[in-house]
């Protein structure tokens, strides 16, 4: 395993569209364990590949049971909208209040090449959004509602 450099706003791979995984190799495990080992160091509760350089539809959530690999992820139902600040790791020292739905349900390939459903409310419907966006080469600034000024994220 290997810690994955970060890619930052500005840079242009954050702003591509990934595309599907065809087939699964040892080389997608690899990223896919190395996604794992880099979210853990970061701290953060959602890692998409192309934050790491790579642009295949491949994105890690951690749902505060386990951390989900999605491979070729589709949000299939939602339910409600919430209002709440999100910031990203490719977007240090910022914060933004987003509007997302309240409740979201994906369907995706796990490692293993078999699909699967997972769901969320709060943070975790949140955090699917926000992955699956970077997939399209979407950053949370982008539609922010407002960024937070630094005296609210002083406060924070
Ligand atoms: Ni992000």
Not at 99 to 110: D, E, L, S, T
């Amino acid at each position: 395993m290997a810690l994955l450099n970060i890619l930052k706003e500005g840079e242009e791979t954050l702003r591509k569209v990934s595309r599907p995984v065809e087939k699964l190799s040892p080389r997608l495990i690899q990223l896919l364990d190395d996604m794992q080992e880099t979210l853990k160091a970061s701290g953060g509760v959602g890692l998409a590949a192309p934050q790491v350089g790579i642009l295949r539809r491949v994105v890690l959530v951690d749902n505060g049971e386990q951390v989900l690999e999605l491979i070729n992820p589709e949000i299939i139902e939602t339910k409600g909208t919430q209002e709440e600040c999100e910031g990203c790791l490719s977007v240090p020292g910022k914060w933004g209040i987003t509007r997302r739905p309240a409740y979201v349900k994906v369907r995706a390939m796990n490692r293993k090449g078999k699909y699967y459903e997972a769901d969320g409310t709060d943070l975790v419907a949140r955090c699917f959004c926000h992955e699956l966006d970077h997939l399209d080469g979407i950053l949370f600034t982008d539609n922010a509602l407002r960024m937070l000024t630094e005296e609210e994220i002083e406060n924070m």
